[in-house]
């Protein structure tokens, strides 16, 4: 017992001693009039409650030292700091709000209150941030004989010419089109089409391509009608294998089938009322200088080719709604650019600013970025940081790659079987026909401190099972099987 309380000291001094480098190196910057690289060292380390810490921020933000000059984000960093009677960080909170009216002061009091626990956390995500691997910035993942991933055609079983035939929805009465963010529904289409039995559908789906070119995870981005059998037949695809220097990695996609694959010819052809009502409100939005207007504006044109537009308009749409601050745009506008392999620094720029903003897709996002791209330094550290930021909003495929993480990590401070099967077991109801759901589970039995090995071979036996009824690649899985069962043909009994 001796020896476990002499660990924590000396754990706790080493902690403490980090801190204190940390907040003297911030010194020493601030001494030198070195405002920005201050800035950034003390808030790294602006979670820890240190009121220096917060006291120094309130002076950089109040006098505009290595940020921009903020009377109010000042006031908020020295309110930290008076709560630890720090300093005269009380007499300038008291100076800062002096003026303000009485009948106001709960209001800044409780918006004060709600700033802090947001800067704070704000400090914790910059912990997480990527750091870009500059060598492999100016190279591309490629797809066999394709640049883009988008050029490769998606195929259907049916064999029609489109994808809408195999998912068109049969209703009576009207229909509906529900637009994306801050669209308004319509109830135009159905009265004036010849096809009025029939309702207008599509899926936009965002998944990852897996090493073998199988597709996982798919998300539905946005959907209108009965969409089951098209997103089974997405997932029954297999692409060309992504490649980075003649290795293979990941790669996320977005796939559009239905009506937002369709040509204008064909729209106003088939569907002349919707495409009426679509052009309208686009019209509409078009006029509005609202970053959310405008941040839906440029995804109905990047989801419907079929509007009029201009080559850039998209991007320069999502560009300003992101700048503007609405973090959706930024999710998307930093996507976009990744799924294009354009401006790779911007693209991860901005799908850690939506991360920031708590974002669920944004931070699962950011995650398999620092699992699995080439242009960022892997981290499996920070990839469970937000895979676990974006579980605890609910976020499915994030709980099962965090489980992952749990069982397979070669790093033993990241390996923790209870956390992985308290994952699996909030996910199994809608997890459990996928393959890397039986798989984990597998390992998880197996890794048990008390394993169950037939539990496991149990489990891996489906997951090789559903994985070849999707294409996909389960050679790895075969050899796990076998190590357990001489060969596959042996059931094991636990003793």
């Given at each position: 017992?001796?020896?476990?309380?002499?660990?924590?000291?000396?754990?706790?001094?080493?902690?403490?001693?980090?801190?204190?480098?940390?907040?003297?190196?911030?010194?020493?910057?601030?001494?030198?009039?070195?405002?920005?690289?201050?800035?950034?060292?003390?808030?790294?380390?602006?979670?820890?409650?240190?009121?220096?810490?917060?006291?120094?921020?309130?002076?950089?933000?109040?006098?505009?030292?290595?940020?921009?000059?903020?009377?109010?984000?000042?006031?908020?960093?020295?309110?930290?700091?008076?709560?630890?009677?720090?300093?005269?960080?009380?007499?300038?909170?008291?100076?800062?709000?002096?003026?303000?009216?009485?009948?106001?002061?709960?209001?800044?009091?409780?918006?004060?209150?709600?700033?802090?626990?947001?800067?704070?956390?704000?400090?914790?995500?910059?912990?997480?941030?990527?750091?870009?691997?500059?060598?492999?910035?100016?190279?591309?993942?490629?797809?066999?004989?394709?640049?883009?991933?988008?050029?490769?055609?998606?195929?259907?079983?049916?064999?029609?010419?489109d994808a809408l035939?195999?998912?068109?929805?049969?209703?009576?009465?009207?229909?509906?089109?529900?637009?994306?963010?801050?669209?308004?529904?319509?109830?135009?289409?159905?009265?004036?089409?010849?096809?009025?039995?029939?309702?207008?559908?599509?899926?936009?789906?965002?998944?990852?391509?897996?090493?073998?070119?199988?597709?996982?995870?798919?998300?539905?981005?946005?959907?209108?009608?009965?969409?089951?059998?098209?997103?089974?037949?997405?997932?029954?695809?297999?692409?060309?294998?992504?490649?980075?220097n003649d290795q293979?990695?990941?790669?996320?996609?977005?796939?559009?089938?239905?009506?937002?694959?369709?040509?204008?010819?064909?729209?106003?052809?088939?569907?002349?009322?919707?495409?009426?009502?679509?052009?309208?409100?686009?019209?509409?939005?078009?006029?509005?200088?609202?970053?959310?207007?405008?941040?839906?504006?440029?995804?109905?044109?990047?989801?419907?080719?079929?509007?009029?537009?201009?080559?850039?308009?998209?991007?320069?749409?999502?560009?300003?709604?992101?700048?503007?601050?609405?973090?959706?745009?930024?999710?998307?506008?930093?996507?976009?650019?990744?799924?294009?392999?354009?401006?790779?620094?911007?693209?991860?720029?901005?799908?850690?600013?939506?991360?920031?903003?708590?974002?669920?897709?944004?931070?699962?996002?950011?995650?398999?970025?620092?699992?699995?791209?080439?242009?960022?330094?892997?981290?499996?550290?920070?990839?469970?940081?937000?895979?676990?930021?974006?579980?605890?909003?609910?976020?499915?495929?994030?709980?099962?790659?965090?489980?992952?993480?749990?069982?397979?990590?070669?790093?033993?401070?990241?390996?923790?079987?209870?956390?992985?099967?308290?994952?699996?077991?909030?996910?199994?109801?809608?997890?459990?026909?996928?393959?890397?759901?039986?798989?984990?589970?597998?390992?998880?039995?197996?890794?048990?401190?008390?394993?169950?090995?037939?539990?496991?071979?149990?489990?891996?036996?489906?997951?090789?099972?559903?994985g070849k009824s999707?294409?996909?690649?389960?050679?790895?899985?075969?050899?796990?099987?076998?190590?357990?069962?001489?060969?596959?043909?042996?059931?094991?009994?636990?003793?």
């Amino acid at each position: 017992m001796n020896i476990i309380k002499t660990l924590i000291i000396l754990l706790v001094f080493v902690n403490y001693s980090v801190l204190a480098n940390n907040i003297k190196q911030a010194d020493n910057y601030f001494e030198q009039k070195k405002y920005s690289l201050a800035l950034n060292e003390y808030l790294s380390v602006a979670d820890t409650k240190e009121p220096k810490v917060y006291y120094q921020l309130g002076v950089m933000h109040y006098k505009g030292l290595g940020v921009e000059a903020d009377s109010f984000k000042a006031l908020v960093w020295f309110s930290l700091a008076a709560e630890k009677n720090y300093d005269n960080s009380v007499e300038i909170v008291n100076n800062l709000i002096a003026n303000v009216d009485p009948e106001e002061k709960p209001q800044i009091n409780a918006l004060i209150k709600t700033s802090q626990l947001l800067y704070t956390q704000q400090a914790v995500f910059r912990k997480y941030q990527p750091q870009l691997n500059e060598t492999n910035l100016k190279q591309r993942i490629k797809f066999d004989d394709y640049e883009n991933i988008s050029d490769v055609e998606i195929n259907t079983n049916e064999g029609t010419e489109d994808a809408l035939s195999m998912f068109m929805a049969t209703q009576s009465g009207g229909s509906s089109v529900e637009g994306f963010e801050g669209f308004t529904s319509y109830d135009t289409f159905a009265s004036e089409n010849e096809f009025s039995n029939t309702e207008p559908c599509f899926l936009i789906a965002d998944y990852d391509i897996a090493p073998d070119g199988s597709i996982r995870n798919i998300a539905q981005v946005k959907t209108r009608g009965s969409v089951k059998s098209a997103e089974y037949d997405l997932s029954m695809n297999n692409l060309p294998k992504p490649t980075f220097n003649d290795q293979s990695v990941s790669f996320i996609n977005r796939t559009y089938l239905g009506i937002a694959n369709y040509n204008r010819f064909r729209m106003r052809k088939d569907y002349y009322s919707l495409y009426k009502a679509m052009r309208s409100l686009t019209d509409q939005l078009s006029e509005s200088d609202s970053a959310k207007d405008q941040y839906s504006y440029g995804m109905a044109l990047m989801h419907f080719p079929w509007l009029s537009q201009e080559s850039g308009d998209v991007n320069e749409l999502l560009k300003g709604a992101a700048e503007s601050g609405y973090a959706l745009a930024k999710y998307e506008y930093g996507l976009k650019l990744y799924r294009e392999q354009k401006d790779l620094k911007q693209a991860v720029y901005w799908l850690f600013e939506a991360a920031k903003n708590n974002l669920s897709q944004a931070q699962y996002r950011l995650a398999r970025i620092f699992l699995d791209s080439p242009w960022v330094i892997h981290d499996e550290n920070k990839a469970l940081f937000w895979l676990e930021q974006a579980a605890s909003k609910g976020h499915l495929t994030s709980k099962l790659k965090s489980a992952e993480i749990k069982l397979l990590s070669t790093d033993e401070g990241l390996q923790d079987v209870k956390g992985a099967v308290a994952y699996l077991t909030e996910i199994d109801e809608l997890q459990n026909q996928n393959p890397e759901y039986q798989y984990l589970q597998a390992m998880a039995a197996a890794k048990k401190v008390n394993r169950e090995l037939s539990v496991a071979v149990k489990h891996i036996r489906k997951a090789i099972k559903l994985g070849k009824s999707l294409n996909w690649d389960v050679t790895s899985w075969q050899a796990q099987l076998k190590s357990w069962t001489s060969g596959g043909r042996v059931f094991v009994q636990d003793l």
